[in-house]
């Protein structure tokens, strides 16, 4: 027997008592499409002609999207990336249903759980760099029907998420001119974000990377101010001309409604942190991926703990949860951020008008994520036979044309907002989208511990793994079981909602459609493959897996152990 036929009957391919492995072609790249692309011209790589529509010549296998980012980018969309209306405007809900203290430890619970799933993700997207990532390691690892529903829930949380957007910038927009119709300017936002995308992964890398600054700058000048504001440093006829402290977590109190306030805040938090795996998706468009990855993997933590936390303790410092304005607040009324309120009732000239520019960059930020999230994934679904062949199509640029034009297309459904049942609608695209991510999050974690065990089964070691999770696979169980509690937290309100007894069959689905519509995709996903629950050695762990140059990595290695320990810590943390 030949030597590869020796490797194939390890996988358990040609062994006739072992049950053939699914379909996994993601890595039959060829560099004839590579090939092609340097040979083109700046204006047919950057699409901006006629010619860099045309259809690329890849020749048999999947097509490789563009590579053109690059680190400085992956670090902004991992540290800043997805910060949006959940964060700016959504943390006003929260805070008016769960009070300061739900706020701060429910984000800190989720805060938690992303830190272990993006590092579980990272070790996985640097060894097996694909686009599409996380359908892929689901189908790889865990289940190809699975799979198929995590790849079309991704593709439809996208999808609704962006018109969602558009509404927000629009309304956004009439905080400071309301008699004009908000659709002028869902227009003006849809056309901005298709000019984005026709630049392709630069454009959405150096948007990216541009809003990320600004959204980060202000974040640290709102909380330089709070700080300021809390001590009683506020200008003398505002409210802060004293010192504040934390007297609203004492009076009107720390928690709201109790223990469905608490559970209520998980959706809000879930939302605000959608967006974050992000960085796994654009390492596959990345020029070195094993360089600039685990870097920007581990910015998360500075995202998690000083945006997300320090910045919304101070809101719960500096607003009471029973504030008239917060009533009733939701993602797309921009009058009742907490962040735009601590400006008016500090009686800072201006300052409202500048967090409610941020909030617009932010949320046209969310948008342009939108498509590029929802159409890498699609592309990724064709390449696999689980979506139609025609959103394969990858041009001379790079860019999946007909999956961002499809993608495009759901931003459409934000002029629904128009009508008089327009809210109502909204509501349910939310319901959707609220907790899909939950789904896409425990699906990583579960694909992490899933190859780490065939990792050991088909005799492999840990040191063969260039980038290792933090928590190991420990984490990624931490990481699961907190996405199981908060579902099981989200489904307690579904049942329970705050100010109820028991929801109606109404409420309760506009709480919990993610979980029917995943199940209703993971049936379509069975019935279409035939395939289920895969063995460890069904495991395919060497198609697709990156060449890696392993001189640099072990010298990058003793260059580590030989530092102070200090110095090591400091690495494995934040370098």
Not at 140 to 151: E, V
Not at 398 to 421: E, H, Q, T, W
Request: charged content about 15%; proline content about 4%.
């Amino acid at each position: 027997m030949s030597s590869s036929e020796e490797k194939a009957e390890k996988v358990g391919v040609l062994s006739p008592e072992k049950e053939p492995l699914p379909a996994f072609d993601t890595a039959h790249t060829t560099s004839h499409g590579a090939a092609e692309v340097e040979t083109e011209s700046w204006a047919t790589r950057n699409g901006l002609n006629l010619r860099s529509f045309g259809k690329r010549e890849y020749g048999r296998g999947i097509v490789e999207l563009d590579r053109s980012m690059k680190g400085r980018h992956l670090h902004m969309i991992a540290i800043g990336g997805s910060i949006g209306a959940g964060f700016f405007v959504g943390s006003g809900g929260a805070l008016s249903t769960g009070g300061p203290g739900s706020l701060f430890i429910d984000f800190f619970i989720i805060g938690v759980m992303m830190f272990n799933v993006v590092y579980a993700l990272g070790e996985l997207a640097v060894i097996y760099p694909v686009s599409g990532g996380f359908y892929t390691y689901s189908t790889r690892f865990i289940d190809p029907s699975w799979g198929f529903a995590m790849g079309w829930n991704y593709v439809f949380q996208w999808a609704i998420v962006l018109p969602l957007e558009l509404t927000v910038c629009g309304i956004t927009v009439q905080y400071w001119n309301p008699d004009i119709n908000v659709g002028v300017w869902i227009t003006v936002f849809l056309v901005a974000i298709i000019i984005v995308n026709i630049f392709g992964t630069l454009g959405y890398a150096e948007e990216e990377f541009w809003s990320a600054v600004i959204k980060l700058g202000a974040t640290v000048v709102f909380m330089i101010l709070s700080f300021v504001l809390v001590l009683g440093g506020g200008p003398k006829d505002g409210r802060y001309n004293t010192y504040w402290g934390a007297r609203y977590w004492y009076e009107p109190g720390a928690f709201a409604n109790g223990f469905k306030g608490f559970c209520s805040v998980f959706v809000t938090a879930a939302f605000a942190f959608s967006g974050t795996e992000l960085v796994g998706l654009a390492a596959a468009e990345s020029k070195n991926p094993v360089k600039a990855l685990p870097g920007a993997i581990k910015q998360i933590f500075w995202r998690i703990t000083l945006f997300y936390l320090l910045g919304l303790f101070f809101v719960g410092l500096l607003i009471p949860y029973d504030d008239e304005r917060l009533l009733g607040a939701g993602y797309i009324d921009v009058t009742a951020s907490p962040f735009v309120l601590v400006g008016e009732y500090a009686n800072l000239p201006g300052f409202n008008h500048f967090m409610n520019f941020i909030i617009l960059v932010s949320v046209l930020s969310i948008g342009v994520s939108s498509v590029y999230g929802g159409s890498r994934t699609l592309t990724a679904l064709a390449q696999e036979g689980y979506a139609p062949k025609i959103f394969t199509y990858v041009d001379r640029s790079g860019r999946p044309l007909f999956s961002v034009g499809i993608i495009i297309i759901f931003g459409f459904l934000a002029y629904v907002n128009l009508d008089a049942d327009g809210p109502t609608v909204f509501s349910w695209l939310l319901a959707l989208s609220g907790l899909a991510a939950l789904f896409t999050w425990g699906s990583i974690c579960v694909a992490h511990i899933r190859f780490r065990k065939a990792w050991a089964h088909q005799g492999h070691t840990l040191d063969e793994i260039p980038f290792k999770a933090i928590g190991g696979v420990w984490g990624s169980w931490l990481g699961l079981g907190l996405v199981v509690l908060v579902l099981i937290a989200q489904l307690y309100v579904a049942i329970c909602p705050v100010g109820k007894d028991y929801n109606d069959a109404e409420g309760f689905f506009m709480s919990y459609l993610a979980l029917p519509v995943v199940l209703f995709f993971w049936v379509c996903g069975y019935a279409w493959k035939r395939t289920g629950w895969l063995r460890v050695d069904q495991i395919d762990l060497d198609t697709g897996r990156r060449e890696l140059p392993w001189d640099e990595i072990n010298a990058y290695r003793a260059s580590i152990e030989a530092m102070p320990k200090w110095k090591r810590i400091y690495h494995l943390i934040f370098v």
